[in-house]
């Protein structure tokens, strides 16, 4: 079955840097989705980037998609206090398959 | 902006007795889902469901678990005989097309004793 699997499973960063995070699956996808997830709080859907894409940007957020390798990067540059969170790749399948699998997310501390 | 919301937030049971989850997703989503988080491990999906059937479940989903729509706002699931293993945050979702973003709601931490 697909998986998304983060790395680093943490990161701490300094307020204004650059916050890297990386996912890997196991087989084809439909698309991929970023979600975050704050402590005790639902997920909050992010990003979709689809499996014909290679980048996408939304505000602060930029997601890139290499099929051939079957990962993903999310960027979030200039970060702040507020982005401090777990973040989490989901990935969908083909044939009508629209559950969302997802990684163990990576868990991303923006020290003020 | 609409959200989906469940109740209750916090529920505590003992085990083999049923509970309920309730959540009312967003109004014009047709896309419904359950997913479970046990602490520490990975978001898991449990069923989906469209036009009032379900339309793909996991293996997590057994006999003992079962989903309805009773009306046109709720969305609601059942575990007849809860085990311990059974303790975990669950997750409503729902989406307006199947194949784009899932709105989650807050969650319902069921414990079970």
């Known amino acids: 079955s697909q998986q998304g699997e983060e790395d680093p499973q943490a990161l701490s960063i300094q307020e204004g840097e650059n916050a890297t995070m990386n996912c890997s699956y196991k087989?084809?996808?439909?698309?991929l989705q970023w979600y975050r997830q704050n402590s005790g709080r639902g997920l909050v859907h992010l990003i979709l980037i689809r499996s014909n894409e290679r980048e996408k940007h939304s505000g602060r957020l930029r997601v890139t998609l290499d099929t051939s390798k079957k990962s993903s990067s999310l960027l979030i540059t200039a970060s702040r206090a507020a982005d401090t969170a777990s973040y989490f790749c989901?990935?969908?399948?083909?044939?009508?398959?629209?559950?969302?699998?997802f990684g163990k997310g990576t868990k991303l501390s923006v020290i003020p | 902006e609409p959200e989906v919301t469940q109740t209750p937030s916090h529920q505590v049971t003992q085990m083999g007795q049923e509970v309920i989850l309730r959540c009312v997703p967003i109004s014009n989503h047709l896309y419904f889902y359950w997913y479970r988080q046990i602490l520490g491990q990975k978001v898991e999906f449990l069923v989906s469901?469209?036009?009032?059937?379900?339309?793909?479940k996991s293996e997590i989903f057994d006999d003992q678990f079962s989903v309805e729509r009773p009306d046109g706002s709720n969305f609601t699931l059942k575990i007849r005989s809860t085990k311990l293993e059974d303790s975990a945050m669950y997750f409503c979702?729902?989406?307006?097309?199947?194949?784009?973003?899932?709105?989650f709601g807050d969650g319902t931490r069921l414990s079970i004793l």
């Open positions: 989901a990935t969908t399948g083909g044939a009508g398959s629209y559950q969302l699998t």
């Open positions: 979702a729902s989406g307006q097309e199947s194949n784009q973003p899932q709105h």
């Open positions: 087989t084809s996808i439909n698309n």
């Open positions: 469901f469209y036009n009032n059937e379900i339309s793909e």
